[in-house]
């Protein structure tokens, strides 16, 4: 499992304590120094299956300067912008080793993430 954070936020610092508790296997990407592309973007939306602006952190101030409130749904102009400007992208968010993914901004999030990456149990 990997998560992407901002360690200023204390979401994503939420986040990483309670998979830290549980004693969970992950690795950590600070997507704001290695911001993920616009391909990588389109692959966490499918295992998210949301779009660009449903991750979207339209209260930022570039995403004012932008505009984008008024922006219509186009997928490539909002993922160019979310790979352009990272700080616009929703966090934490949690890649899992089985192909999904969680917004992790709730404990209940974390916790369905933990589920989902357990292993199996064997008989």
């Not at 409130?69 to 979310?82: F, N, P, S």
């Amino acid at each position: 499992m990997e998560i992407w954070i901002n360690p200023a936020c204390s979401k994503c610092r939420s986040a990483l304590d309670l998979l830290d508790s549980a004693g969970a296997d992950y690795t950590v990407r600070h997507y704001l120094q290695d911001p993920p592309t616009a391909d990588e973007l389109r692959a966490v939306l499918a295992r998210l299956s949301l779009e660009p602006w449903d991750i979207t952190r339209l209260g930022e101030p570039v995403a004012a300067g932008l505009g984008m409130r008024a922006w219509e749904h186009d997928r490539e102009r909002w993922l160019a912008a979310l790979a352009a400007h990272p700080e616009l992208i929703q966090r934490p968010i949690i890649t899992l080793d089985d192909g999904g993914a969680v917004v992790a901004r709730s404990p209940e999030a974390v916790e369905r993430a933990l589920g989902a990456s357990a292993p199996e149990p064997t008989s």
